[in-house]
T-cell receptor, first 113, second 116 residues
Framework: GQQLNQSPQSMFIQEGEDVSMNCTSS?????WLWYKQDPGEGPVLLIA?????ELTSNGRLTAQFGITRKDSFLNISASIPSDVGIYFC?????????????FGTGTRLQVTL | DGGITQSPKYLFRKEGQNVTLSCEQN?????MYWYRQDPGQGLRLIYY???????QKGDIAEGYSVSREKKESFPLTVTSAQKNPTAFYLC???????????????FGPGTRLTVL
């Protein structure tokens, strides 16, 4: 099955810095989702995007649905230590009650004081 | 307090033994999913179910089996035919919105299976 290309794979940043990561696909999607996973836990949904060009915020997080429908971006402003974790993007093409998600390979974020 | 529960958190089995992982949800979600996660990788879909008594293979179904006898439960059996079963297994469910394009999946805490 296809996996989305996510970059960067990992990043070290200092507390207070802004973070940017992106996800690209060779296929178009109707929905983009961004999840965060802490070690040994299940992913938690951060932001959902449903329209090309859509820009959505959730606190210090901002995500955008690329206009081509083949990419998405997640920005974290003023990072704090609890932002540490792995961030996954996921794309969805179909509609209905059980449309499959295609996941990115993840961006591992580490924040230093 | 609604959510998705997976048990146990850690599971050890000997090679050649079948093992069943539990997934229960009280969110009244119609659709449920099983994913496998290997170190440093994303999630890969094993099986999914849109409704009770119905399920479909995902991308890596070989060596796995599922059942969906109740809306709340979607157990996954890892059989001896699965060549590399040691992994982190995640169950998810999604909101039933047949008239909407939204289908946000929510995940359980996961079960880490180690086959010795």
């Amino acid at each position: 099955g296809q996996q989305l290309n996510q970059s960067p794979q990992s990043m070290f940043i200092q507390e207070g810095e802004d973070v940017s990561m992106n996800c690209t696909s060779s296929s178009i999607f109707n929905t983009w989702l961004w999840y965060k996973q802490d070690p040994g836990e299940g992913p938690v949904l951060l932001i959902a995007l449903y329209k090309a060009g859509e820009l959505t915020s959730n606190g210090r997080l901002t995500a955008q649905f690329g206009i081509t429908r083949k990419d998405s971006f997640l920005n974290i402003s003023a990072s704090i230590p609890s932002d540490v974790g792995i961030y996954f993007c996921a794309g969805q093409l179909g509609t209905g009650t059980a449309s499959k998600l295609t996941f990115g390979t993840g961006t591992r974020l580490q924040v230093t004081l | 307090d609604g959510g998705i529960t997976q048990s146990p958190k850690y599971l050890f089995r000997k090679e050649g033994q079948n093992v069943t992982l539990s997934c229960e949800q009280n969110l009244n979600h119609d659709a449920m999913y099983w994913y496998r996660q290997d170190p440093g990788q994303g999630l890969r879909l094993i099986y999914y179910s849109q409704i009770v008594n119905d399920f479909q293979k995902g991308d890596i179904a070989e060596g796995y089996s599922v059942s969906r006898e109740k809306k709340e439960s979607f157990p996954l059996t890892v059989t001896s035919a699965q060549k590399n079963p040691t992994a982190f297994y995640l169950c998810a469910s999604s909101i039933p919105k047949p008239l909407s394009y939204k289908n946000e999946q929510f995940f359980g805490p996961g079960t880490r299976l180690t086959v010795l």
